[in-house]
């Protein structure tokens, strides 16, 4: 086991709305070590960018993060510093990259001024230097022709491009945890890959950790080393890349596998889908929360939240199918490492 760098205990975060407490996320635990990336991978709406958010120090009113949830940063829970200490861990420790670019870059300031600004405002360098270090960033990240293109506005940059920039922005004071929140989701395949490989290869040169937030379970499969699949609010299941791809416990995991695009499906062989919403988190289920849409529920699953169940290696799921009074059920599908996967 390495050194832990980040630490997330019984993390739980509601927003108050008028129509009562939405409790995004419900009881969420995991630990990032140094240098490893953990992805958290589910659904839209199941909590992911709120975790991320409660990790940052951005939840705002009407959001609130609930007493007893702890944030432990270098053992230290962040939860509790003041708002000095706040500017001082965002940027310098921790950096996120948001899922659209293009919204999160200032359109009126040109791009190397704002990479240049991280770098000014957290006294890193005078704005001479900050300028020289914002090219050499675009760069690191493989923007061609870098002292034009930081010259130039977001809108005159490619989809591609302004998340680079934006990695870019991110690494601008050498943070020790990169959280990235869907940084794929509006761009296409290829380019996708790019990404991957440039977060894959700046880790290997920085050695920060990442967390890397996504709904696609293959966009994960060459980059993380532990996976939290995460489900209305809670963990369902977590392990490391290899247990949840060639051995998933769990029926939403299972779901999620089939989900993801084949090289092998036959011609006109439809794409697999998860049936059903996931639930109102304004009144959660007391039982599993993925029950209404699992073809293995049972009463007990709609009754009451099953335990996190041991496979050893720090794989678990929590499933009522792994009690010993439950029917034997398989993974209705197989992962092969000989067909490459997924």
Partial sequence: ??????????????YHTYAGEVQSVRG??????KGETLAIVG????????????IMGLIQDPGEIKPGSRILYEGRDILKMKKREWRAYRGEQCAMIFQDALTSLDPTMRVGKQI????????????AEAAEKAVELLRRVGIPNPERRAQEFPHQFSGGMRQRAMIATALACDPKLLIADEPTTALDVTIQAQIIDLMKQLQRELGAAIVLITHDLGVVAGIAKHICV???????????SAELFYHPRHPY??????????????????????????PDLLSPPAGCPFCTRCRYCMPVCKEEM???????????????????????VDAPFVVRKEAGGI
Avoid at 1 to 14: A, C, F, H, I, Y
Avoid at 28 to 33: I, L, N, R, T, Y
Avoid at 253 to 260: D, F, P, Q
Avoid at 314 to 322: E, F, P, S, V
Wanted: hydrophobic share 35%; glycine share 10%.
């Fill in 28 to 33: 969420v635990s995991f630990a990032v070590e």
């Fill in 116 to 127: 240049a600004e991280t770098l000014r405002v957290h006294g890193r360098a005078g704005k």
């Fill in 306 to 328: 099953p335990p996190d169940t041991d496979f050893g290696g720090g794989h678990q799921a929590a499933c009522w199918l792994h009690d010993p009074r439950a029917p034997k």
């Fill in 230 to 240: 995460m489900y209305s609010g809670k963990i369902v299941e977590r392990g490391t």
């Fill in 253 to 278: 995991t299972w779901a999620l596998l089939k989900a993801v695009p084949r090289l092998d499906l036959k011609n006109k062989q439809e794409l697999a889908t998860i049936e059903g919403t996931p």
């Fill in 1 to 14: 086991m390495g050194e832990k760098l980040l630490q997330v205990q019984d993390l739980r975060v509601s």
């Fill in 43 to 54: 659904e839209s709406g199941c909590g992911k960018s709120v975790t991320a958010k409660s």
